[in-house]
């Protein structure tokens, strides 16, 4: 009896044990089929994914993909709609946001309390692309503000349900926007009249479309 248990221990360890290594040569050797893809079919697949989960993913692996995320080749787009994407953009957003080139900020996040602790300035000197949902009129002026300083903001899309009660000056904020030339301003049950200015400081504005 005492030989069969400890038959049938032996069994099941040796079981575990060729489990374990099988999975081990298995991890191995995706690793390997990974690692014989070239940089240029990886800028295509990052194309499609998120910039932090991208970051996440592949920053520890090993030295050539370290390179291959820090290469002024790849830019990232953020994509921040549940709340574990915000508390992984906020662990990582730091080392990659100088290759940042878009962010949507989408509902549920709420990104009135994560501008608390969160700021866009001009080093994010990638950025092209802002859209925001939410936003609350005393966050919006002073994030419209900062964004002055980005050089290559191109395309801005803002919506909100909060009432806005001085519209001119969102407008005059916007226009002020040095590389803006596209921007929507969604503003769900807001209506008011708005003088909007052509120029600001005997500058024209470089919008193009206006929504």
Do not use: W
């Not at 993909?65 to 080749?73: A, D, E, P, V």
Request: proline letters at 2%; a negative charge; aromatic letters at 12%.
């Amino acid at each position: 009896m005492d030989h069969m248990k400890r038959k049938l221990s032996f069994n099941e360890l040796s079981e575990e044990n060729t489990k374990k290594l099988r999975n081990e040569l298995l991890d191995e050797l995706i690793i390997s089929s990974i690692e014989s893809l070239s940089n240029e079919l990886f800028y295509e697949m990052f194309d499609y994914l998120d910039g932090i989960e991208i970051y996440q993913a592949f920053s520890n692996l090993n030295y050539r993909f370290q390179q291959l995320l820090t290469s002024s080749s790849i830019l990232f787009k953020i994509d921040l709609n549940h709340i574990t994407s915000k508390e992984i953009f906020m662990i990582n957003y730091k080392q990659i946001k100088h290759q940042i080139y878009s962010i949507y900020f989408q509902y549920p996040v709420n990104i009135n309390q994560l501008l608390i602790s969160f700021t866009i300035d001009s080093s994010f000197n990638r950025l092209e692309s802002l859209v925001i949902e939410d936003i609350q009129p005393d966050k919006l002026i002073s994030f419209l503000i900062n964004l002055n300083s980005l050089p290559q903001l191109f395309s801005l899309n803002i919506r909100t349900i909060h009432t806005i009660e001085d519209l001119n000056n969102i407008y005059r904020l916007i226009f002020a926007l040095p590389k803006l030339k596209y921007n929507k301003l969604y503003l769900y049950g807001n209506e008011c009249s708005i003088s909007i200015p052509m120029t600001i400081e005997k500058q024209f504005s470089t919008i193009e479309y206006l929504q």
